[in-house]
């Protein structure tokens, strides 16, 4: 009888410990600021004219809030806008027909795939299991830049030849 209790309380312990969905990134206890929620301003610039500041609006944007979004869009050469300019782009990349349930699709797929790769022993002790799952699909940088280099495509952003 008594090992039939620790049996069954051995898998009621276990059974709580699961979850719905494979967490392969261990749970931070921290709950802590949000470093990357915070964004510097802007720096102050005096306009040409005073005539064109816009008016204040309690709760909405001003001049020196950042845009990260927009600026790296301009930085690329584009609009941060979608008009007809950009449907001409949006056409060409769809001209072989798209699929709208690519989202819910590539989701089952990394779930299917995380629950292969859980590792459920190594998270009793508190391992970090991404690293070691997704290995295969990581792009070695490095060996990718010699390929590059030797098909003689160039690479200005990489660092120079040693």
Do not use: H
Request: proline share 8%; hydrophobic share 40%.
């Amino acid at each position: 009888m008594r090992a039939v209790f620790m049996v069954l309380a051995a898998a009621v312990t276990l059974s709580a410990c699961s979850s719905s969905e494979p967490r392969l990134m261990p749970k931070s206890g921290l709950l802590g600021p949000d470093e990357f929620a915070l964004l510097p301003g802007k720096p102050l610039q005096t306009p040409t004219s005073l005539t064109e500041l816009p008016l204040p609006t309690p709760g909405g944007s001003n001049l020196t809030d950042q845009s990260p979004k927009s600026d790296a869009i301009a930085a690329l050469g584009g609009r941060d806008s979608t008009g007809a300019a950009d449907g001409a782009l949006v056409n060409y990349v769809s001209r072989y027909g798209t699929d709208t349930g690519i989202r819910s699709d590539l989701a089952a797929a990394d779930l299917s795939f995380r629950s292969r790769k859980d590792g459920w022993f190594q998270g009793l002790f508190g391992g970090n299991r991404y690293f070691k799952a997704y290995r295969r699909q990581a792009l070695d940088e490095y060996a990718e830049l010699a390929r590059l280099r030797a098909l003689g495509i160039e690479t200005p952003s990489a660092p120079p030849v040693e």
